[in-house]
């Protein structure tokens, strides 16, 4: 994957200024920039870097207005943001553009294959499953008996899908996510076996995409269900028969429990817990590290705390916590006085 | 798996009330029914359901009045809902009886395998390892050198099992779970090399559950200790050289820190943290995103906050903590009055 | 690995009393001591021990006074301690000298495999990886396409290394432990595709160890980077653009959001979390369950609470929170008798 200076601007629709022979391989931040590089600038801030800049080739905008020279070819276009962001796209997919069955591949014999699909070695497709077209299925991973997954979907290597579960088109599952594990739910009170047999499975629609070591129970009966155009971190929770609202996005650890259901459009920060059996509202925002106790029935509140309630409220608490020590010496110092006032 | 109405009544002991050659293929919940599924009713608030839902057949229970017709076919038993958890775990039963040693799995030469094991594709059992009779080994499981895994025990896809580790019988780890990684014990003060060796194990006894995605470290010395009827939730991490007691309940994202023992029949809610080397009492509980900080020596006691401390003080604390900047303004209008009657 | 008394004391230049002939096979504590396993005794708190142990042999400090005879065969040597400590060095490398390029694994034409590796059953090494000297591979791992993975490095059963991350010497990366998915990064507000590709990678230095199921993921454009001697407990998630200095030790459940620079010599306790887009300085330590929220500029400082602040602060403040109801008590109190002393 090499491209030229002169390549990089016919494909730009932009104008090399320099040397439009100059070869480069790779993207890079123009404050990193290395030889066989190609950077941008569209920030005026970062203009400074330009003139020193190790890049080959830098793409910016058709308006900038040197100052020195530099050393790096320029390729000037309407718009080096957008340029820049079509050169990632680009370089994303052919670098994910893995084809072909490996030969060191299980697929059951029961099993359908759409067209176009990879799988990679030591993946597993099991009996019945249904996979669609242009799957990208990487190494070592797991999909159960009678899982469906959809066209254009990716399965980074390792991912394990337990039976029954079912994924839309365009998704995309990180190394190490399991998709349809047991629900945790038990009788603690019954002597000898406790568990409730999960029989229910995962249901996750279009444009979904799970981050690395998340865990998607599966529904005691019926079904977990992630709406469309959902989006989680690493090592989101997501227990039995919980929804999550369409484009959903949960940030690194966050814990969802049992059959909660979650509006459109709600945002976590880090860390944050979701007690089972709630009700929350389309667009909440929960922050870092906060636990939602109750179900929220307005739209677009900000929560937070542990229990978590109005995040404005909640700064404003905690900036007296932070002070109780000279609140409570205030006290002291009234109560003196009062005393020796009634003295 | 398809079965007649009828056929279902016989296995119930109940007696069909309607069309007994209609076809079922699976269970659902009575509000989500659709055709072909078997459902329940024993929770007089979802009567309304019978009269519309789309399940073709509906247990009942033998007393059940109906102020309408119902499209369904009914099955009347003594209790529907046992009725309904007998055929969860049959379901269940069925569809989790793989068998068979894949021509794709690898088993050492050394290790000793039980009768009616199931060994998925991709497979590993290393040298020495002891496995019991009705194992089921998923695909892409690792199982370490000696390890043991006894009768009846059940590692779903990609588990991984370290050196040296046992595993009692009639145990359930779901997808993800790693046991026996090094405990997280360092020397920071050494100048190089800072790793304290980890060569004890882990132990799990009879009738454990482990969800997806946890972690279960191995001991510096000795052994890391899961007690008969430990069921954890996903992401638990249990750090070297703890004990936790028979029948804990932990909910995801649960972490215990080296060395501490825990009771019996504890439980604690989603991200509680408790520190190491303290001991808890049996029967303790812990609020969600608690933190435990110091010993427990009274049974049955309820934490919450972090550090945590008793429930019902906690939560009391937390109203006025809601309060604060009402409470600080009557502190201030308290000082401006004492301050004019002393003025 | 069985050894007879008199040749451990060979090894640990002790002398024998007892039977130099008695044959051990594992290390234990003393008090948990069995036969056939060698314990020792440093502590002189544990010197009761000494008289009922069922270790076989144990090795005691030159200068112990015994006040009683023992069951064991004892081993006098200099320090007991480092005598251990040797032992337990000695084990472990016996236990993880794995070598050997099993006939099961796949590495790609194009990979390049340094001396005295091991590769284990359904490892995957992909097109262009280069794999240094001594470097274990164990089952089921998988190495991306150009990755670089340097001398003596360990991977345990089943980590996942995404394309063109690199790995320094020395180091030691667990089970499940997921390297270079993509950082969470999106743009909500747009219609459709809100993905942003990432494209950069992750750098690991020497001497650093990964705990079990962690996540590191890489760089939007440029690199997430983990400096030499960091050390990680289990489930610690490392987002896109990261950089943690030099032996930073995280334990379980850290959480590292965005872009954030952490200085050398860090410490965590278990499930912090720190937001994104900040620059901690050297030397910070933070307690359990805290939340960083800003940036610590002077080195040293002990952080605490969610968001947290200085943790000396912290414990002050939280006494009176435990004791806000008296506090809100004396101040019903007060008002009573101002308006008393005012009516």
């Not at 962001?85 to 052919?94: C, G, T, V, W």
């Amino acid at each position: 994957m090499e491209f030229s200076a002169q390549q990089l601007a016919d494909l730009l629709q932009g104008q090399v200024e320099g040397d439009g022979t100059l070869m480069v391989n790779k993207l890079s931040k123009i404050e990193e920039g290395s030889p066989g590089s190609v950077s941008f600038l569209a920030n005026p801030l970062y203009t400074q870097y330009i003139y020193g800049t190790q890049a080959s080739v830098v793409i910016v905008n058709a308006d900038l207005q040197l100052t020195a020279p530099t050393m790096a070819t320029l390729i000037r276009v309407a718009s080096a943001e957008q340029a820049f962001a079509q050169l990632l796209e680009m370089y994303n997919k052919i670098k994910l553009n893995k084809t072909g069955i490996s030969a060191q591949a299980f697929i059951a014999a029961t099993a359908t294959m759409g067209s176009h699909c990879y799988v990679g070695e030591y993946a597993v497709v099991s009996d019945g499953a249904k996979i669609g077209n242009n799957v990208k299925i990487y190494p070592q991973v797991f999909i159960g008996d009678n899982v469906v997954v959809d066209d254009n979907t990716t399965l980074f290597a390792g991912v394990k899908i337990y039976a029954d579960c079912v994924l839309g088109k365009d998704c995309i599952v990180h190394s190490g996510t399991v998709i349809g594990s047991d629900g945790f739910r038990f009788a603690p009170q019954n002597e000898g076996n406790t568990k409730i047999p999960q029989i229910g499975n995962v249901i996750i629609e279009d444009d979904v995409e799970l981050g690395a070591n998340c865990a998607i129970d599966r529904a005691t009966l019926g079904a977990t269900i992630l709406r469309k155009g959902v989006k989680f971190d690493n090592f989101v929770h997501i227990a039995h028969n919980v929804e999550v609202g369409e484009r959903c996005y949960f940030a690194a650890h966050t814990v969802v429990a049992g059959s909660t259901k979650i509006g459109k459009n709600c945002m976590t920060s880090g860390q944050v817990g979701i007690v089972g059996h709630l009700t929350i509202a389309d667009g909440t925002i929960v922050t870092a590290q906060s636990g939602i106790s109750k179900s929220i029935a307005k739209s677009g509140e900000v929560m937070m705390g542990s229990p978590a309630f109005d995040a404005h409220k909640y700064r404003k608490a905690f900036i007296h916590f932070r002070n109780l020590d000279a609140i409570v010496q205030r006290l002291n110092e009234l109560e003196k006085q009062v005393k020796n006032n009634n003295g």
